[in-house]
C-alpha cells in the first residue's frame, strides 16, 4: 500500500518537474541568445543624437521632432549613455526576459492571494512566459531589438505589474500606508506605460477607465484610487499625444513607400484580419491545456464567484465581450491610421491582452455554457493538460526557432563583427564612402533590419552617422 502510495506522488509529480525543466530551459534559450545579439536601424539614430544633445537635450529633441513616446526616449538616451552600444547590447533583452517571468509571478501570487506555493507561482510565472513568447508575432522586434523592445515590450511588462497592484488593492491590501505605496507604485507604472506608446496608451487608459466606473457604481472604498490613476492616465496621455513630433511624423504618412490601402478596402479587411489572428491565437494547444488546468483549480471557487442562488450570474459575461471588443479596438489603430495592420512589434500588446484575458473568459464561458450540467473539477484531467502544455511549448513555431537558431547566432555574431571592423578599418584609411557585405542566413530571432543598398536609407544614414562617415550602404553579399 505504502508503495502504491509513493508511486501516485511520484506520477502526479513528474508531469509538473518535466514542465518545470522546460519552461526553465526555453527562458534560459533565449537569455543565451541575448549575447549574440548586435544594433541595428535605430539603434544608431537613437546614439547620434544622444552623442550630439546630452540627455536632457535628446528628450527635447525627439519630443518635438519625433514623438511624444518620453517613455521610450527616456529608455533609450539611457541605454545609449550606458556605455558602448556594441558592449551592452545584450542587457537589454536579457533585464526584459527575467522582468517579463517576475511580472508574471508578482501577478499570479496576486491572485492566489498566499494559497500557492513559491514554486508554483514561480511555474506559473515561468509558463505564462513561454507562452507569451510562443505567440508573439516577431520575437526579434519584441525582445531583442531596443526599438520594439523599448517601445512595446518595456509597457507590457509594466502592465503585468499594475495589474498584480490593482488586484492587490482589491484584495488583500489593508492598512492606509500599504494602500498608499500601491497607488505611488501605480501612479509611476502608469505614466511610464502611456508615454510607450500609443496602443499600450489606449489598453492602460480602458482599464483604468473599467475599474473606476465598477468602483463608482458598487461604491467600492477604493474609488478615489481608481478615479485618482485614471486623472494621472488622462494627464500624462495628453503630454503624450500632443507632443510636436507627432504631428511632424504624422504629416510624413503619405511618403511612406509600405502599401497603403484605400480606407474602404482597409474597413473590408480589418474584422477578417483580426479574427484570424485570433483563430491563429486559439490554435496553440497550450492555451487550451493551461486554460483546462486553471478551470479544474478554479472550480471551488468559480462556483462561489460565478454563481448567485445556485445560478450563473450573466453579468460576468461581460468580461469576455469588453475582451473581444478591446482586442478588436487595438488592432483597428493599425487600419485606421496606416490603413494596414499593426506592426508586429505593436501586435504583442494586443498579444498580451489575448493573453491576459483569455484565462478569465474561458473559465466564465465554460461555466456559462457547461458548468451546471458538466462537473469541472476533475483532477485526474490535470495530469495529461500538464504534459499537453509541456509538448505545445515545446512545439511551438517560435521556441523551435531559436532552438534552430542556437547554431546560426554564431556566425551571425562573427559576421557582424568582421562587419563593424571592416567599417572602422576602412575609416582608419581614410574612406569616407564603405561598402559592406551581406548577412548569410541570418537567425530570425535575433534579425532586424540591416543595412540597405541605397546609401539614403535612413538606416544606412544612422550607422553612417554613428561611425562619422560620409556614407555606408550594403554590396556584394557575403561569401
Known sequence: MRMNHSKQIFLKKTPIGILAFIVTAIIALFVALSFFDYPSADDFCYAVKTRQFGFIGTQEFWYKNWSGRYTLNFAYTLFTLSGDIFKIYYFPPIVLLISTWLGFCFLAAKIAQGHLSAFFILLIGGTCTVLFISGT??????????????????????????????????????????????????????????????????????????????????????????????????????????????????????????????????????????????????????????????????????????????????????????????????????????????????????????????????????????????????????????????????GSPNIFEAYKDTYRSSRYARELRDRFDAIRAAKNRGETEIVVGGISRPPLTLFTAYLETDPENFKNQCMSEYFEVRSIRLGSPAR
Not at 289 to 296: G, K, Q, T
Not at 322 to 334: D, K
Request: charged share 10%; net charge positive; proline share 5%.
Open 137 to 394: 508575432p516577431n520575437i526579434a522586434q519584441t525582445f531583442y531589438w531596443p526599438g520594439g523592445s523599448f517601445t512595446y515590450q518595456i509597457p507590457n511588462t509594466l502592465l503585468i505589474f499594475l495589474l498584480g497592484l490593482l488586484i492587490w488593492r482589491e484584495t488583500t491590501a489593508i492598512g492606509n500606508n500599504t494602500q498608499t505605496v500601491i497607488f505611488f507604485l501605480s501612479s509611476l507604472l502608469v505614466i511610464a506605460i502611456i508615454g510607450a506608446n500609443e496602443i499600450s496608451l489606449l489598453l492602460t487608459g480602458a482599464i483604468l477607465f473599467c475599474g473606476t466606473i465598477h468602483a463608482l457604481l458598487t461604491r467600492r472604498d477604493s474609488r478615489a484610487f481608481w478615479a485618482g490613476l485614471l486623472l494621472i492616465a488622462i494627464g500624462a496621455a495628453l503630454v503624450s499625444v500632443l507632443a510636436p513630433g507627432n504631428y511632424q511624423r504624422y504629416s510624413t504618412l503619405d511618403q511612406v513607400t509600405q502599401l497603403r490601402l484605400t480606407p474602404g478596402v482597409a474597413l473590408l479587411l480589418y474584422p477578417p484580419w483580426v479574427a484570424l489572428r485570433m483563430l491563429y491565437w486559439l490554435s496553440n494547444l497550450g492555451l487550451w491545456a493551461s486554460a483546462l488546468i486553471v478551470l479544474v483549480i478554479t472550480f471551488p471557487a468559480a462556483k462561489t464567484w460565478l454563481y448567485s442562488d445556485g445560478s450563473f450570474n450573466r453579468s460576468f459575461l461581460l468580461f469576455p465581450v469588453l475582451w473581444i471588443f478591446m482586442i478588436f479596438v487595438l488592432n483597428g489603430i493599425g487600419f485606421l491610421i496606416n490603413r494596414y495592420p499593426l506592426p508586429d512589434r505593436a501586435e504583442s500588446v494586443v498579444w498580451l491582452l489575448f493573453l491576459l484575458g483569455w484565462y478569465p473568459s474561458f473559465i466564465i464561458l465554460a461555466h456559462f455554457t457547461v458548468g451546471r450540467t458538466i462537473p469541472l473539477d476533475d483532477r485526474r484531467l490535470i495530469q495529461p493538460a500538464i504534459v499537453l502544455l509541456a509538448i505545445s511549448l515545446l
